[in-house]
């Protein structure tokens, strides 16, 4: 997936314990999404970023989830504590032509 | 709650046969509209994208929409088991000329099988 890395490509970790996910748009995007998409469903987004600010984060569980956009570039994802629900593909994407988007090719979260 | 609603399948079609898929959107705002490929295991892929009523063709993939009735729909031609995979639906309600969120909300996708 052209333009967008993302680390690690899987992560098995217990309930309660943190994890983090790195996302690098290659191609210095100003626009980032972070999507959540479970086993069986479509992507839901988390998070959308404007340069290092939020632009919309209202589906993003706070009590848990943080974002942040280091200088407007790469983006890290962190979960503290994990549920068992947060099992998941995280996917990070950026902007492509005509409104659609170019995605990473995701981070496979397995909570036990 | 903005929703975009897919028959989740699976749809098994035979190999040279039309796959219809189908989408139905409930923002009647909704301006752009994407069709997304998702191999197992992998990222979705942008195959289709559509702004105006009627028809877009592209190859052997060919993408209709009808904002009066909130439907989108894609055809594969010509189906190959390599099409196999699952196709989400995504629709944005933000104006192209907006730039603005351009977010995406997406359906759940439907598996399709093309049977050899």
């Known amino acids: 997936e052209a333009g967008v890395a993302q680390s690690p490509r899987y992560k098995i970790i217990e309930k309660r314990q943190s994890v983090a996910f790195w996302c690098n748009p290659i191609s210095g995007h100003a626009t980032l999404y972070w999507y959540q998409q479970i086993l069986g469903q479509g992507p839901k987004l988390l998070i959308q970023f404007q340069n290092n600010g939020v632009v919309d984060d209202s589906q993003l569980p706070k009590d848990r989830f943080s974002a942040e956009r280091l200088k407007g570039v790469d983006s890290t994802l962190k979960i503290q504590p994990a549920k068992l629900e947060d099992s998941a593909v995280y996917l990070c994407a950026i902007p492509a032509g005509g409104n659609g988007y170019t995605f990473g090719s995701g981070t496979r979260l397995t909570v036990v | 709650q903005k929703e975009v609603e897919q028959n989740s399948g699976p749809l098994s079609v035979p190999e040279g046969a039309i796959a219809s898929l189908n989408c139905t959107y409930s923002d009647r705002v909704s301006q752009s509209f994407f069709w997304y490929r998702q191999y197992s295991g992998k990222s979705p892929e942008l195959i289709m994208s559509i702004y105006s009523n009627g028809d877009k063709e592209d190859g052997r993939f060919t993408a209709q929409l009808n904002k009066a009735s909130q439907y989108v729909s894609l055809l594969i031609r010509d189906s190959q088991p390599s099409d196999s995979a699952t196709y989400l639906c995504?629709?944005?309600?933000?104006?192209?000329?907006?730039?603005?969120?351009?977010?995406?909300?997406f359906g759940s996708g439907t598996q399709l099988t093309v049977l050899p």
């Open positions: 995504a629709v944005n309600p933000s104006p192209l000329s907006s730039g603005s969120a351009r977010q995406l909300t």
